[in-house]
């Protein structure tokens, strides 16, 4: 079914491989060679908060665990579960520092904090395809970031357990619809357990919150701010949302689905795995979403999903 | 310890890696090393973090020491025990190889001995 061997391991932060990808700041340095090497470290360019929530059961700390490394061995992992980790991947020659929550554990929609949305750049919404149930949890699962994550938050729909076909109870059909929509949101099918499209899945949410970024905010613009090791306490659900409605969510929004798809002003077809986030600068029909996009802006990783 | 390890300004020398997976944990000249008892569970036992009854410790004195999360290339951080959280690796998750107070939010330790350089 993979027919990228070897693809997911090239962001890896796999130190140990020096065929990986090298870390700008100190590439193929062994031994008493790098020694007295005064460089320097690059710093981050980018620092990302990604979040992964979904109802129960549905794969979440795998995917997370998958998207760091499959070779972990259960005898050598600590009983204390991980809140979340530091990862490093290099993209279109940015180096970015991805801080990945996952929310196992607190899926009771309410119970996850309003400040893991808040800061959350990128969301990964999770279901089993193997269980309706977890399907039909989205629309709460939505509510949800409607009310507190930020606007400009890139989402994605995954819909875990691709390995489990044969108890498929959701159709690829009904996930793309319910993505479709949303604005913005992409919609694709993995699996943790085949380590399908996993590696993709990040990397893809780390793109598009890239190319979405103005120039500006490069390198200087997220700050530790808004990454504090303790959550603000939980406003529930019932206080008013953090940030006063303005007047078009997500999902009223979603009644207005976008039919063009424009990169760099160019129109393109729809991918059939992965709806585009609705990228077009000049959408005067049917979104006000926009972005900033280069004019070359390549499809480079899109590519990999058809 | 071994002096190849850290620089004039105390900085570390070369890369922290994983001593597992040799995953990277830390690139060279981002951690200072600082000298500092703190009580980390011991790698081996799978249960030593869990029962705190039983903790099986073992007392470090050596760390490299770094003031923004973000420094680190890599590395995860586990649910709070207690008002500490424990630092392990991002890939394998073996650990814990470092150690972190809540309560001193701009230090995050990681234990030479827990570790392996590049």
Redesign the interface.
């Known amino acids: 079914m993979d027919s990228r061997p070897g693809y997911h391991r090239r962001f890896g932060g796999d130190g140990g491989n020096s065929n990986n990808i090298p870390y700008g700041d100190s590439p193929a340095i062994t031994g008493a060679h790098g020694r007295r090497r005064k460089q320097p470290p690059r710093p981050a360019d980018f620092k990302l908060q990604v979040i992964i929530i979904g109802s129960r059961g549905v794969g979440k700390t795998s995917l997370m665990e998958r998207f760091t490394d499959d070779t972990f061995c259960e005898a050598c992992k600590s009983t204390v579960g991980v809140d979340f980790k530091i990862k490093t991947v290099e993209l279109r020659g940015k180096k970015i520092r991805l801080q990945i929550w996952d929310t196992a554990g607190q899926e009771r929609f309410n119970s996850i904090t309003s400040a893991y949305y808040r800061s959350a750049k990128g969301i990964i919404l999770v279901y089993d395809l193997t269980k309706k149930e977890t399907f039909d949890d989205l629309p709460k699962w939505m509510k949800m970031i409607d009310k507190y994550a930020s606007e400009e938050a890139e989402l994605l729909l995954v819909g875990n357990k691709l390995d489990c076909e044969t108890d498929r109870e959701i159709t690829r059909q009904q996930g793309e619809k319910f993505a479709q929509q949303i604005t913005g949101m992409r919609f694709c099918e993995a699996s943790a357990k085949d380590n399908f499209n996993v590696d993709e899945i990040f990397l893809k949410l780390v793109d598009d919150i890239l190319k979405k970024m103005p120039l500006d905010m490069m390198r200087s613009g997220l700050s530790n701010s808004i990454l504090s090791l303790q959550p603000e306490p939980e406003v529930p659900p019932e206080l008013p949302p953090p940030r006063p409605p303005r007047g078009s969510t997500r999902l009223r929004k979603a009644r207005l689905p976008c039919a063009g798809m424009y990169y760099g002003g160019q129109r393109i077809n729809f991918n059939p795995i992965f709806q585009p986030a609705c990228s077009q600068r000049f959408c005067p029909k049917f979104c006000n979403f926009t972005r900033v996009t280069g004019e070359n802006e390549p499809m480079n990783l899109l590519s990999n999903f058809s | 310890m071994d002096e ?1 390890l850290v620089a004039a300004d105390g900085k570390n ?3 922290v ?1 994983c001593q ?5 944990v830390l ?4 951690a200072t090393l600082a000298t500092r008892e703190l009580l980390l ?1 011991s ?1 081996k036992k ?2 030593s ?2 029962d705190e009854s039983n903790p099986d410790c073992e007392l470090l004195a050596e760390h490299w020491l770094v003031h ?3 420094t ?10 207690g008002n500490v ?2 630092l ?1 690796c ?7 190889i470092g150690w ?1 107070s ?1 309560e001193e ?1 701009s230090n995050f330790y990681v234990a030479l001995q827990r570790v392996r350089h ?1």
């Open positions: 190849t020398l070369r890369a890696l597992r997976c040799g995953c990277r690139s060279a000249g981002t569970p790698m799978k249960s973090l869990a923004d999360m973000f680190f290339e890599n590395v995860g951080f586990t649910k709070d025990v959280k424990f392990v991002a890939d394998c998750e073996v650990g814990p972190h809540l939010k590049e």
